[in-house]
């Protein structure tokens, strides 16, 4: 073995502590450095003994006891480290100040919730972890992407995407080659591509064309193609629309859509005419966006007019959406008639095509808007115009009349062409690391809704949040509070924050919590920390939550009390919170 000496030199004092053994302890420094020593390779057993025998030959030290603090947590004995916490903080009342300290208690929770039984505590403290991005929480992820809940792996996959360090990559190539759980394999595509592994991207490509991977793992599988190509040469290019798989012939449109290739119009042109639908529509879009413009109005009639009748609906709609934008009066009779087929799902989808089309279509839109009784097409016309501030005060009826008249969850819909998004019926399935899920979406797709109110200044907006807040419980456990909830837009959360005062105490929490998670108000901070004690144990945790994403400081204290509860899952929510607010 070779000794590096320059790297090695900085071991000496370590070596040299352990020299001494058992000897007595000199000095409370020498104590201390004698743990950090233990705990710096991993020996917490040793550390804790010689902690305790620190703390017995100082008890008034101020260092012994931080040092018996930090090694109890180390050991994993919880209640204990907060029993020493206590005592040293009666002694030292601004304790509240040592962020090292309070980091290390926190991360002893966090290191027991992850060997629990109970799949909701590792989830709780896996996360907790990861909100920390510290370099401890790498060997965390890493084990918990070998953990035997297949939940509890896609997240770890997940949360992996943000540290990129090389033995998170290793876990991922192997995932790639062993998974077998569905919402795992999506999420380890995604990490490939968020990444950016190319070495993987073979096997990308093997799922691109495969006839057994489900829509979304190829489309995933694209774009995540999307992200590890930097650029693409003409020649690879028509290589990829020549393949005989319909897949790869998806990505070829996709590609020449994303790097808008200069020469690629002829090939795009000829699989508008693909046998495969997926294929017909990919190339629609790259058309759509890019093509139109290089080529001339006799050349786009002749390419759009067989797909204007295709018998599979979504390449139809596309291909009218196509000739809308080349030209309204020969796109807009295709488009109409689809607007008032038979099927709901069709008009849904031509509605959000006619939107897609932009001032284009906003004398089609209004003829539609003015004669429909769909509410789902009126809704999804209302917001194209309303995107455009025409007949606002009309779209704003059509808007409000849909949040109060339709009763079903709603969900935005990308599946039948990624361009359109279609306010629709939600299909959303429910997923296990998400409690809730179909009913957090639905939440997220009102509150937009009503947040377009809100930018057009409706006056109806503040009624129909607090309608949307009394009937609905706000709050989304475990790992939704990092994979769901973006910044809120100001003018809704404007309308939230009109709430506060509202007489229903229902209510104003609901208001604190929106706040908080969406928008980190921390006016709202006193409030939520005073409804936690009378709170049931989900709100307690959706407090905890809302707590650590405002990331306060004057959260410290609270946060520490909480550690007292008697659920295991409730002191992991407040270690993470407490973390997070420490990092701020």
Known sequence: MIWHKERDMRYLPLLAIFLVGASSISNEEEGARRVQAHLLIDDPASALQEAVSLAEQYPDSRLAGSILVEALAAGKQEEEALDAWNRLSIKYPDLLLDRHLMEELSWGILKKGLDSTQNGVRLASLIGAYLTRDVRAVPILQKMMRDSNAVIRSVAVQMSCSYQDAPLKDEIVRLMDEERVWVVRLEVIKAIGVLKMKSLAPKLQAIVQSERATYEERQLAIEALLNIYENISLSEFKTLAASNRAGIRHLACSIAAFFELEDAKKEILKLVQDPHPDVRIAALNAFGLV?????????????????????????????????????????????????????????????????????????????????????????????GLLGQRIETVFCCDCIYEFLNGEKRMWMWDTRPNPLFQVLAPSQVRYIDHIPNYPEAIDQMTRLSLVSLLAIVEDLRA???????????????????????????????????????????????????????????????????????????????????????????????????????????????????????????
């Open 462 to 584: 503040s009624a129909a949040l607090k309608s949307f807040l009394q009937k609905r419980t706000w709050g989304i456990s475990g790992v939704a509070a990092a994979t769901l909830l973006q910044e809120g837009d100001e003018s809704a959360l404007g309308v939230v924050r009109g709430c506060l005062d509202d007489s229903d105490a229902n209510i104003r929490l609901q208001a604190c919590l929106v706040l908080a998670m969406m928008g980190r108000d921390e006016s709202v901070l006193s409030d939520l920390q005073g409804a936690y004690a009378g709170a049931d144990h989900e709100r307690k945790l959706h407090i905890l939550e809302a707590l650590g994403r405002m990331g306060n400081a004057r959260s410290f204290s609270f946060l520490v009390g909480v550690f007292r509860e008697p659920f295991p899952i409730l002191r992991v929510a407040a270690a993470a919170a407490l973390i997070q607010c420490i990092n701020r």
């Open 291 to 383: 093509y139109r413009e290089k080529a001339s109005k006799s050349e786009a009639m002749e390419a759009l007019e067989g797909v204007l009748k295709d018998p599979h609906p979504a390449v139809a709609i596309t291909a009218a959406w196509a000739a809308m934008l080349v030209d309204p009066a020969w796109g807009g009779p295709a488009l109409e008639s689809w607007l008032i087929d038979a099927l709901s799902e069709n008009r849904r989808l031509a509605a959000a095509a006619l939107t897609a089309t932009g001032g284009r279509g906003t004398e089609l839109a209004l003829k539609i808007l003015r004669e429909t009784g769909d509410l789902y097409v009126k809704a999804n016309l209302s917001i």
